[in-house]
C-alpha cells in the first residue's frame, strides 16, 4: 500500500529531508532509532537556517545532504554501502526550478558527492560525470578522502552477511539521503545523493545519478527527491513523472505522488520513497516501503519519521 504524509509550513519556505527508504523491514533499538532521529533533525536543521536568512533553494539542500553524507548512519558518503568488491561508489544529483542539473556516478574520492554534482551544475556544460579524476575534483575546490575511508565496519560486517547468502536479518536499512526546498524567493531545488545497495556490481549507476529519474525541479511545478531500488525510478522516470502529472495532468501533489508510488514501485513489485515540495510550498512524503526515514514541518512543530 502507498502511504502518504502531507508538510505545512507556516513560513514563506519550505524544506523536507530523508534519509532512505527499507526496502525490508529492519530492527532497531532505541538508541539506534534516536540517532537517526537526531541526524534527520541536524540535516534539516542546517537546511532550515539557510532558507531563514534567505538563501536559495538549491544551498538548503546541499547543506542539509552534507549533514547526512557525514553521518556514518545513513547510506551517503561516509558509511555508505559497499559494492560486490567491498569498495564505495557514490553518486548523487542536484536541480534547481531553472531546469539545470549536474549529477556524478562512480564517485570514489570526493567527501561530499552532493558538491560534486554542484560543481558539474554550476561550473560545467555537463550534466553527468562519471569517475571524477582528481583534475576535476581539484579544480573545483572539491575535499577528497581515500576509499576506504568512506568504509565503515558496520557495511562491511553486512557486505560479508549478504555474500554469504544470510538471509535478511533485519538489522539493516538500504537508503538515500536526499532533500527538497522551495525558497522564500519562490525557487524550488532538490538534491539526492547514495551509495547504492549492498554488493552491488561494480559500475552500476542508479537513479540517483539521472536527473529526471530519481531527482527533479522545475519552478512554479514541483521539487521531488527519491529513493528505493534505482531501477524502477529509471524505468519510471519517477521524479519527473511527478512534475508531469502537476504540470499537464492537472493533478494536486498528493494524488500525483501517491498515482506514481503506486504505478511505478508497487506496479514493480518494488519499493520506495520519494519527498517533494510544490510551488504553493505544500510538502508531502510518499512511500510503499516498509520502513522510511524523513523529516519536516508540520506548523510549528518538526516532525521525524522513523
Ligand atoms: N535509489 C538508490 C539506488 O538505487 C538506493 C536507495 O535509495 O535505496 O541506487
Known sequence: MTECLVATSKSPYTLLV???????????????????????????????TVLAAGGAALDACCAAVMVLEDDPLFNAGR??????????????????????????????????????????????????????????????????????????????????????????????????VGCVALDAHGHLAAATSTGGYDNKPVGRVGDTAIPGAGTFAKDGVVAVSCTGRGESFMQGVVAHQVSARLEFGGQDLVTAATAVVTAELLGRGTTGALIAV???????????????????RDGDEILTHV
Open 79 to 176: 558509511g555508505a554501502s559497499l559494492t560486490a568488491a567491498g569498495s564505495v561508489e557514490h553518486e548523487a544529483t542536484v536541480m534547481t526550478g531553472d531546469g539545470r542539473g549536474g549529477a556524478v556516478t562512480l564517485s570514489r574520492q570526493a567527501r561530499h558527492p552532493v558538491l560534486v554534482a554542484r560543481a558539474v551544475r554550476d561550473a560545467t556544460e555537463e550534466v553527468l560525470i562519471a569517475d571524477p579524476d582528481d583534475a576535476f575534483l581539484a579544480a573545483h575546490g572539491l575535499e577528497v578522502r581515500p576509499n576506504d575511508w568512506f568504509v565503515t565496519d558496520e557495511r562491511r560486517d553486512r557486505l560479508a552477511a549478504v555474500r554469504a547468502g544470510l538471509p535478511e536479518d533485519g538489522t539493516h536499512k538500504h537508503g538515500t
Open 278 to 296: 510544490d510551488a504553493a510550498g505544500r510538502g508531502v512524503v510518499a512511500w510503499d516501503s516498509p520502513t522510511l526515514l524523513a523529516c519536516w
Open 18 to 48: 530523508h534519509g532512505g527508504a527499507g526496502w525490508r523491514h529492519w530492527r532497531m533499538d532505541d538508541a539506534k532509532e534516536a540517532a537517526f532521529r537526531a541526524g534527520l533533525r541536524a540535516a534539516f536543521a542546517a537546511g532550515e
